[in-house]
């Protein structure tokens, strides 16, 4: 035989392509070639092959050997395809049999010994090899609890390219000593177990965070410095429904791919944020060879926080637009264009200006009126046309404040918005969604659940005037549904709209 074939997978986001890895022997000057649309990563993937091969004890011919990944026309980004290339390579000799290297997918990177590394976004590979009917996959020791998450496929961790080999049929007796490499590990903190119950002095606030959880709404919180903003909008997660086995998946995917180790499923919905300081980029995700995850891609299914959102650019705050509409992120660079999802819910925290003391009791404000302008108008009008709920905040005044007993804890919080939930598949069972936030404008003025004319009166008359967009109306009907699914009433009533105009506007019915 002079030619092999075996699989590997090429990313997109989180769509992964299976790729045939296929290797040609000829009778030509000895040289080693892989052709296919590589990146700079794949070109130098011939010196780490040939020196990994003949470390292992399992050198190459000395003759032409040409690798294609085909489809030619698809880039190919990574060091993830070293293994197959290195296996197709060997095979082109006969010595390793060509079925069994035929029908099994290869991921991971050599080093120059012949061990196999750990690479990044082997989750989503191995999805994609099971899409495809692969009845094999071959991963590094250091991703094999990962590559385990995933059912319906053989899944076989090794340590060196010899033990991939003597698999495949090669006479050589792999090294039994060596210590499998092991992904780095991750820097983020052990989440901590916030309790709504911490909150003292502020039913509102925690109930318009149970609203907001309830239907997915994103939520702007100002107020001046230690009135519980962060305190809040850190104890969202924790109200949350859990995660299903498709949102658990695609976190620890997203995760995966931004070169985090993942060796479980998590349920409970991920919180990202980041600093004020953070770049488009680091918000949006890109790069300049490999196209990563950025903090938006990685609160998909939980909950973006940006903290002192007064702080951030103003050309970051107007990233989150597109996103918030769509639910999903496309980054696009030379050549290529990867999708990630981006179905997080927002929270905005910000003071009322710079140095936080404009209109407090009690405080004096240093700022000038052109600052104070300024520093709010970062949040622009058609991002904040994007958020539901506007809540307004003041400093607690007593430090006893309510009684432990009478604040509302996380569990209870999350028991009601889970009943909040299930009201509300069942009024959208004939639709194609399952959350307010995600439901139709359309739908809601002209459905079959749009209000009487008199129950909307409030909200069209906040049009007539200006107060509101039409993007502004639809969000407050969303909003209006989601209090009455609290209370588990199937139609609107003109409270719902009242108090739905209030937390949007500030405006009473």
Not at 176 to 202: K, R, Y
Not at 203 to 231: D, F, I, N, Q, Y
Request: glycine share 10%.
């Amino acid at each position: 035989m002079t030619v092999a074939r075996t699989w590997s997978v090429a990313l997109s986001g989180l769509e992964g392509t299976l790729i045939e890895v296929e290797a040609d022997l000829s009778q030509q000057t000895p040289e080693f070639r892989i052709i296919g649309l590589g990146d700079r990563a794949l070109g130098e993937a011939v010196q780490r092959v040939h020196n990994a091969c003949a470390n292992s004890g399992l050198p190459l011919p000395r003759r032409r050997i040409t690798v294609n990944l085909s489809p030619a026309s698809l880039p190919k980004q990574g060091s993830a395809f070293d293994l197959a290339i290195a296996i197709a390579a060997l095979a082109t000799d006969g010595e390793l049999d060509a079925a069994a290297v035929a029908t099994t997918v290869h991921l991971g990177e050599l080093g120059l010994d012949g061990r196999l590394r750990p690479v990044a976004g082997v989750l989503p590979a191995v999805v994609a090899a099971v899409r495809a009917g692969r009845p094999r996959i071959v991963v590094p020791a250091g991703n094999l609890a990962e590559a385990m998450l995933v059912e319906g496929i053989e899944v076989i961790g090794a340590a060196t390219l010899a033990e991939v080999a003597a698999r495949h049929g090669a006479e050589i007796e792999p090294p039994e000593s060596t210590d499998p490499v092991q992904p780095a590990p991750s820097p983020g903190p052990e989440a901590e177990a916030l309790d709504l119950a911490d909150v003292v002095g502020q039913r509102e606030a925690v109930e318009a965070l149970v609203v907001a959880a309830a239907g997915g709404h994103h939520l702007l919180l100002s107020g001046p410095p230690g009135a519980g903003k962060t305190m809040l909008a850190r104890r969202l997660p924790g109200i949350l429904p859990e995660l299903d086995e498709r949102a658990a998946l695609a976190v620890a995917s997203v995760r995966s791919l931004s070169g985090e180790p993942v060796t479980s499923l998590s349920r409970i919905p991920p919180l990202e944020a980041p600093h004020h300081t953070a770049s488009v980029v680091a918000l949006v995700g890109g790069g300049s060879r490999v196209i990563r995850p950025g903090a938006i891609a990685r609160a998909s299914e939980g909950v973006l926080f940006l903290d002192e959102a007064g702080e951030f650019p103003a050309s970051v705050l107007d990233a989150l637009r597109q996103p918030l509409e769509r639910g999903d992120i496309e980054i696009h660079r030379s050549g290529v264009a990867v999708r990630y999802p981006a179905r997080f819910q927002l929270v905005l925290a910000t003071n009322p200006c710079p140095c936080g003391n404009y209109g407090v009791r009690g405080a004096a404000c240093e700022c000038a009126p052109f600052a104070i302008r300024r520093y709010l108008g970062r949040l622009s009008g058609p991002l904040l046309d994007r958020v539901d709920i506007e809540l307004p905040l003041r400093r607690v005044s007593s430090a006893s404040g309510d009684p432990l007993e009478t604040r509302e804890s996380s569990a209870h919080a999350r028991e009601r918005v889970a009943r909040a939930r299930r009201s509300a598949v069942r009024r959208l069972r004939e639709t194609p969604w399952r959350r307010n936030v995600d439901v139709s404008g359309t739908w809601l003025r002209e459905g079959p659940g749009a209000p009487e004319p008199s129950v909307r009166r409030p909200l069209d008359a906040a049009l007539e005037r200006g107060a509101l967009t039409l993007r502004g109306y639809d969000r407050v009907l969303r909003v209006a549904w989601t209090l009455a699914d609290l209370e588990e009433r199937p139609r609107l009533e003109v409270r719902d709209i009242g108090r739905a105009l209030f937390m949007k506007k500030g405006i009473t019915a």
